[in-house]
């Protein structure tokens, strides 16, 4: 196992504390399944090379999922009319531009309260901003508009539940539950002006559970293979709230990031070193029309 040829221990070391464990996870999947992993570009990009069969791995995302379709997944609103098209129960998503004429008391005026407004894409809760009176959203949106070219917005849910599902062609991998670290933030909170953090965001603090509830894992998983469908993926995440009894999809991934779940504890653990076993070996599975 190698970078760019050399030894993998003389790679640049800033990369592996971010992703040390997806590191080592591709590593035994890949010596698993009996493929030679080659590590470029300081260990972002994953070269798997198997029977004479090459494939890579770029960041978090597979050669599982077509282009387009992985691409239409990091768009939040392409992805919600989608969702909407295939009748996926979704929470929908509204595309947002501010030109420079354009006046935002103007644009307040015309949106709906409470929102959410986020960056059209970006994943882990990153400027996810919620507002809950017009002068709020107005300097949110004076905000993010000086960093983002385009942004969304979705009505605020009051969220009772938010779940994550795993799935690999039409299988589901995983599935868990993103628990808020603050459980003041439940469904009826309403506090706008309350810094308790209130997004299900791992990297924000929030833990994953893992279900061992059969039946509402069934829903889920028929719920996420749904939007994987709409969207014509074979690998990816999907998150799904419960919303007052309810669920929706929120969000879908094409790269599946198992990285601070991992680090929560030895089940968790494992269950990610499954999940990536899965991916490489589904990786080399026989293209379609191939003998």
């Given amino acids: 196992m190698t970078d760019q040829g050399k030894p993998s221990g003389a790679a640049d070391g800033r990369s592996r504390p971010l992703r040390r464990n997806f590191i080592a996870s591709m590593e035994r999947a890949a010596a698993r399944s009996g493929a030679e992993l080659r590590w470029h570009s ?33 768009d939040k609103v392409a992805t919600s009319v989608l969702l909407s098209d295939a009748g996926v129960p ?30 059209l894409s970006s994943s882990g809760g990153r400027d996810v901003h919620r507002a809950g009176t017009p002068v709020q959203l107005f300097d949110t949106l004076g905000a993010l508009a000086t960093r983002h070219p385009a942004l969304t917005v979705c009505p605020w849910v009051p969220i009772r539940h938010e779940y994550r599902v795993i799935t690999l062609k039409g299988r589901t991998e995983l599935v868990f539950e993103k628990r808020s670290s603050d459980p003041s933030t439940g469904p009826a909170s309403t506090s706008w002006d309350d810094p308790a953090e209130w997004r299900h965001n791992l990297k924000l603090g929030a833990s994953a559970v893992l279900l061992d509830e059969p039946e509402l894992c069934v829903v889920l998983g028929g719920l996420a ?37 991992s680090r929560q504890d030895d089940d968790c653990h ?17 293209d379609e029309g191939e003998d």
């Avoid at 076993?277 to 026989?286: G, I, N």
């Fill in 42 to 74: 300081e260990r972002w990009v994953a070269e798997l090379r198997r029977n004479g069969r090459r494939r890579h791995v770029v960041g978090y995302n597979f050669p599982i999922n077509d282009a387009s379709s992985a691409f239409m997944a990091s």
């Fill in 90 to 119: 979704n929470v929908p998503h509204s595309l947002l531009r501010l030109r420079p004429d354009d006046s935002v008391a103007d644009v307040v005026a015309r949106l709906p309260l409470p929102a959410v407004v986020k960056p």
């Fill in 225 to 261: 293979r749904r939007a994987m469908c709409a969207l014509g993926l074979n690998f990816g995440s999907v998150d799904i709230l419960d919303v007052l009894g309810d669920l929706s999809v929120i969000e879908v991934n094409s790269g599946v990031c198992l990285e601070r779940f």
């Fill in 270 to 286: 494992a269950a990610a070193e499954r999940v990536y076993a899965a991916a490489v070996a589904a990786c080399f599975a026989p």
